[in-house]
Nanobody, 121 residues
Framework: QVQVVESGGGLVQAGGSLRLSCAAS????????MGWYRQAPGKQRELVAS???????NYADSVKGRFTISRDNAKNTVYLQMNSLKPDDTAVYYC???????????????WGQGTQVTVSS
């Protein structure tokens, strides 16, 4: 079993900052990709940011220059620093870990339960 646990969501005023954390635990052989997705009411889940094991990052255009993704490979943890938050950033944020267990030959997507981020105007 692999557990993915997020933390750090909450309520913040526009222009404020939040830092999300996500830790994966269990018997993990390797992690190829870690990322954050979000889903606002009535909208599809969308990629916010991702980071490879080598540190290459990818961001949605809407968050470039405001959000920063980072990871600690030794702790199987990924972070999302969110600055200059806007009401449009309000959503449930989900952590995604793409990796494999020792008995697997292909990568699997593991998801966290989601953490609510609400930005008031």
């Amino acid at each position: 079993q692999v557990q993915v646990v997020e933390s750090g969501g909450g309520l913040v005023q526009a222009g404020g900052s939040l830092r999300l954390s996500c830790a994966a635990s269990g018997t993990i052989w390797s992690i190829a990709l870690m990322g954050w997705y979000r889903q606002a009411p009535g909208k599809q889940r969308e990629l916010v940011a991702s980071i490879t094991s080598g540190g290459s990052t990818n961001y949605a255009d809407s968050v470039k220059g405001r959000f920063t993704i980072s990871r600690d490979n030794a702790k199987n943890t990924v972070y999302l620093q969110m600055n200059s938050l806007k009401p449009d950033d309000t959503a449930v944020y989900y952590c995604n870990i793409r990796g494999r267990r020792p008995t697997q030959y292909r990568d699997t997507d593991w998801w966290g339960q989601g953490t609510q981020v609400t930005v008031s105007s």
